[in-house]
């Protein structure tokens, strides 16, 4: 009895493992990530470009997106079920100006020449050295005290931080500083290598706070996008283009920015930025399985806003399918926008208007009527964000693929 309950669990086990393997993956378009986007989940992988498209097996995920033309798409996390068809519009707002988000400062660390950098309050610099694309520091002698260097105009107010970093040993810190006017008054972004943390410090005289904290990136030997956004009393981490701590914070108005390290810390930094603020962008995603869509979408900006949808469609009609099954190429411009008015027509439409979240979010159904006529239409999602009284339109949403 003992070998067959054996038995069976195995089989129970190997059913379940190929019943998995069994399982069509979801598909994945991202339109719009020219300045590239990271999927964390199950699986990972990291795209760049104006359409990229991959498999994933199905679930759970989320999609973070690094800033582009001053601006930056809220991390939408997403439900990937068995042959799900997925397709991630990241809008371009029609003000966006292409210079928006030229670097107040950048560093490719080519040169072996530390100026432009600095110690702080004149500190001595031997533990750092630039060149061949990176900025390495190495631990201080005795591991004394720490070693900062900042870079910039004296006094700017808002910006953001982004560089490659990578932590070398167990014990020491490194990170990136903001609002510097001295060695005890700062802001930092602090990775730990001691204590496998990220953290968001207050340096205020003697006194250090820890303002927030997450868990470090993975100990994989290779560098990660660190970024530090500094916004009137907002201040925000980053690491991969993930929002891994955030608070308010008055103490510190203005200062120079830089990088840091403790005097344990080892590591390099490479491709040093400092932006103007990005500001926040909405991103739309369709969720079609079978013949129902879920449309998922997060506009930060539009907090408190009324959203409606509309529908572009290809054509005003089905398929023109000749003799041989196929149809003729037709060159025709899309169909007027049909507002979806979230209310239930044969419940084919469901929730396509109402308000954003607390976070911007939104969620509508679409159920595709099941007629031949209208199989094979392509269909592009979008809206718009309104005033809660209907008067005003606030914003357009882009606009995401859905093929039925």
């Known amino acids: 009895m003992a070998v067959r309950r054996r038995f069976l669990l195995v089989v129970a086990v190997l059913t379940a493992g190929a019943a998995i393997l069994a399982q069509a993956p979801a598909q994945l378009q991202v ?11 199950d699986q990972t992988f990291t795209g760049r470009g104006h359409s990229v498209r991959t498999p994933l097996p199905p679930g ?27 397709h991630v519009a990241v809008g371009r707002a029609a003000d966006a100006d292409p210079a928006a988000g030229k670097p107040l400062f950048a560093d490719a660390f080519a040169s072996s020449l530390l100026p432009p950098w600095t110690g702080v309050d004149g500190a001595a610099t031997t533990a750092w050295q630039r060149g061949d694309g990176v900025l390495k520091v190495r631990p201080s002698p005795g591991g004394a005290s720490p070693t900062l260097l900042v870079v910039g105009p004296e006094e700017p107010r808002d910006y953001l931080l982004r560089a490659r970093v990578r932590l070398s040993g167990q014990r020491g810190s490194i990170g990136l500083l903001a ?14 290598g001691a204590k496998d943390q990220l953290r968001l410090e207050r340096q205020l005289g003697p006194q250090l706070l820890v303002l927030a904290e997450a868990p470090a990136p993975a100990r994989d030997g290779k560098a990660h996008e660190l970024a530090l956004q500094v916004q009137g009393f907002r201040l925000q981490a ?14 510190h108005g203005s200062g120079r920015f830089g990088v840091w390290a403790d005097g344990n810390g080892a590591g390099e930094f490479a491709d040093f930025a400092a932006l103007p603020p990005a500001l926040p962008q909405a991103v739309l995603a369709t969720l079609r399985q079978g013949d129902r869509a879920q449309v998922k979408g997060l506009a930060p900006q539009f907090v408190g806003a009324d959203y409606v949808l509309a529908l572009r469609l290809d054509r005003a009609f089905g398929p023109l399918l000749g003799s041989d099954g196929q149809e003729a190429w037709l060159l025709l411009p899309p169909v007027a926008p049909t507002f ?10 469901i929730g396509t208007r109402g308000s954003f979240g607390p976070r911007g979010e939104f969620t509508a159904e679409l159920h595709w009527p099941a007629r031949p006529l209208l199989r094979g ?28």
């Open 377 to 404: 239409r392509v269909a592009l999602v979008s809206g718009y964000a309104v005033s809660a009284d209907g008067s005003e339109v606030l914003g357009v949403l882009p606009a995401a693929t859905l093929v039925f």
């Open 179 to 192: 609002r510097c006017t001295a060695r005890d008054q700062n802001y930092r972004l602090v990775w730990d």
């Open 238 to 251: 980053f690491c991969d283009d993930a929002v891994v701590a955030q608070t308010m914070d008055g103490a």
């Open 60 to 86: 759970e995920y989320v999609l973070h997106f690094a800033p582009a033309h001053g601006r930056k798409a809220a991390s939408l996390p997403l439900l990937l079920r068995e042959g799900a068809d997925v």
């Open 31 to 41: 339109d719009g990530a020219e300045a590239g986007f990271h999927v964390a989940g």
């Open 340 to 349: 979806l008015l979230g209310v239930q027509v044969r419940d084919h439409l």
